[in-house]
């Protein structure tokens, strides 16, 4: 049996097949189109803030099913770089607002700021607090290689005539900055954290070492206006002690949330959604649900991120679990278009198929019907030859008996064989007659 005459005759079967094909394969598609388990953040040094920020990312989605293996780096120039090598893993980190040049943040998007990260003055308290003038020809710590402290830190001495000439500017971590200062071995120490890192609160409660601030906070806004200011109150470290004595003002940037162009829109969202849980509430800088914010520093907003501060979750993920919620998402994606072919072909295929069937039996009746005529107009002028019609009679029925249509259809067949017979029997009577 051909191929043309077995898909005539197993229709429902073949469609079934297809069907079954395309809709396996479309599931194979969903299935490599589905989230990652497991991504990698770049985050910062370990026991600095960024790094404790993710690991409140980590615990976050695994309670969602992923897996966050966190990179400790020395800071945002390093996170910049693991990001844009593809062949790093590194998919989302944290980084420091106002270090990434123009063109160095292609494949990269961010998905807003999370916190205000202010640059910390801190001095020993026998450094007389002279301003600018204090700094030069001391030991200042302004952060380590590749770490968004130095990077901001010495684009703002260098703007004031601080550099490594006229001072000592060393790269100390966090940690060994506020021992060196605490030991008097170092006289400055700036630094960009936020306020609730533990080397921060530990310098604020130090008797020995004082805050300072920047009498021309605006003027470095107006130079680098990813910077913001921030006031901290008098009192604000401790009230008892009435800590600071008065109100300091700080130039702070903000840390935002990048991620790789690449990243699965999915992880992204889920992001957004961790980052409002650790992010919204209130500090000493910020107001309830001021982070995260749908601001460009450097890098430009995703997709994902615009819809989400426009329309929040997709609506899925509002009342699912995550990978639920995310199979649901492809499964609707998936069937949509598999049923919007699949029911007007159920509804009209069967009457297309009804009416094929039909029509090949009908032809044969057209041509019946036609030798009949000229069987009867032979009756009246007897020129027809009464051989020629009865083999046009077989090789009819000859073409009947080879016709294959489906059980459903063999009644046409009987009844088509029964009027060729009649036909035929009409031709005899009247070749009778004649005789």
């Given at each position: 049996m ?9 229709w ?6 297809v069907t ?30 960024y790094y ?9 989605l ?10 400790p ?6 996170n ?25 943040a ?15 003055w ?11 003038a ?8 302004i952060?380590?290689?590749n ?6 830190v010495l ?17 100390l971590?966090g ?27 530990q310098l ?32 604000a470290?401790d ?30 969202y889920?992001l957004?959604n ?17 982070f ?11 997709s994902e991120?615009l ?20 199979l ?15 029911y ?9 198929y ?5 029509s090949?039996?009908?032809?044969m ?6 030798l009949?005529?000229?069987?009867s107009r ?12 009865s ?5 009819l029925?000859?073409q ?14 009987y009844?088509l064989?029964?009027?060729?017979e ?14």
């Amino acid at each position: 049996m051909s191929l043309k005459h077995f898909a005539q005759n197993h229709w429902p079967s073949v469609a079934i097949a297809v069907t079954a094909a395309v809709v396996a394969c479309a599931t194979l598609v969903m299935l490599w189109n589905m989230p990652p388990r497991s991504i990698v953040m770049a985050t910062g040094p370990q026991g600095g803030t960024y790094y404790e920020v993710g690991e409140r990312y980590r615990a976050a989605l695994a309670e969602a099913g992923v897996e966050v293996r966190l990179m400790p780096t020395a800071g945002s120039v390093e996170n910049l770089t693991l990001l844009r090598d593809p062949k790093s893993g590194v998919s989302v980190a944290l980084m420091q607002g106002g270090i990434v040049s123009t063109g160095s943040a292609r494949g990269l998007e961010s998905l807003g700021t999370v916190f205000y990260e202010p640059c910390w003055w801190f001095r020993r308290s026998e450094v007389e607090d002279t301003g600018v003038a204090s700094l030069r020809g001391r030991k200042i710590s302004i952060g380590p290689e590749n770490s968004g402290t130095r990077a901001i830190v010495l684009e703002l001495l260098t703007r004031v005539g601080i550099n490594g000439q006229n001072s000592e500017l060393l790269s100390l971590p966090g940690r060994a900055t506020a021992e060196k200062l605490l030991a008097s071995e170092i006289d400055v120490a700036f630094m960009v954290a936020s306020w609730e890192s533990p080397v921060v609160q530990q310098l604020l409660a130090d008797d020995h070492i004082v805050l300072s601030g920047y009498p021309r906070a605006d003027a470095f806004i107006a130079f680098y206006p990813f910077l913001s200011k921030l006031v901290v109150p008098r009192g604000a470290a401790d009230l008892l002690k009435d800590k600071p004595p008065s109100d300091v003002t700080l130039i702070a940037s903000k840390a935002s949330l990048v991620v790789r162009k690449d990243l699965h829109p999915a992880i992204q969202y889920l992001l957004l959604n961790v980052a409002t849980k650790i992010h919204s509430s209130a500090s000493i800088f910020n107001r309830a649900n001021e982070f995260p914010a749908a601001e460009e520093v450097d890098i430009p907003l995703s997709s994902e991120a615009l819809r989400f501060y426009k329309s929040g979750l997709p609506i899925l993920q509002e009342y699912f679990p995550f990978w639920m919620a995310e199979l649901m998402g492809k499964v609707i994606i998936l069937f949509i278009p598999i049923f919007g072919v699949l029911y007007p072909m159920i509804h009209f295929l069967p009457r297309v198929y009804d009416w094929t069937m039909r029509s090949k039996v009908l032809r044969m009746y057209g041509e019946l019907r036609l030798l009949e005529d000229e069987t009867s107009r032979a009756q009246y002028n007897g020129s027809e030859d009464k051989r020629e019609m009865s083999a046009r009679l077989d090789r009819l029925e000859e073409q009947v008996n080879h016709l294959n249509v489906p059980v459903a259809y063999a009644s046409m067949l009987y009844e088509l064989r029964a009027h060729i017979e009649l036909v035929r029997e009409g031709l005899r009577k009247h070749a009778d007659n004649v005789a």
